[in-house]
């Protein structure tokens, strides 16, 4: 099981960022390398033994606080695709495409890092 959480600069949103299901592959890999190259990006991995001991649910929400504090930057607030959030995590769920999640108004937008490299 792996999770991602993912800072998008709202200056450089990937063109066509949306729900990966209907991409080609070679579109989601292109949209792989723009968001890794332009983003902040923090990637838990659940191991097997988690999973048979904990559920996948909760070996899930475990992935999702593990990215999410393993973030440069973290967010004030982050946005979930799903319909369940970890307890006692700063979130909020959004049950549409990535898209619609990435161009809404969030606490997100504010907390992109500002320097030299990213202004």
Same mark, same amino acid.
């Given at each position: 099981?792996?999770?991602? @959480?993912?800072?998008? *600069? ?5 063109? %066509?960022? *949306? ?8 579109? /989601? ?13 923090? !990637? $838990? ?9 904990? *559920? !996948? ?5 475990? %992935?999702?606080? @593990?990215?999410?504090? %393993? ?10 695709? %799903?319909? !369940? ?6 979130? /909020? /769920? ?14 997100? /937008? ?6 030299? $490299?990213? @202004?």
């Amino acid at each position: 099981m792996v999770v991602a @959480a993912v800072i998008l *600069n709202p200056d450089r949103i990937p063109e %066509g960022l *949306n729900d990966s299901k209907v991409l080609t592959a070679d579109a /989601r890999a292109d949209r792989y390398a723009e968001i890794m190259a332009t983003s902040c990006v923090s !990637i $838990a991995i659940g191991q097997v033994r988690r999973i048979d001991r904990d *559920n !996948i649910l909760q070996a899930t929400l475990w %992935g999702m606080r @593990a990215a999410y504090r %393993g973030l440069q930057t973290p967010a004030a607030t982050a946005l979930i695709d %799903g319909n !369940i959030v970890p307890r006692r995590f700063p979130a /909020r /769920r959004v049950l549409s495409s990535a898209a619609t999640a990435a161009r809404s108004p969030s606490p997100l /937008r504010r907390s992109w890092p500002r320097s030299p $490299a990213t @202004a």
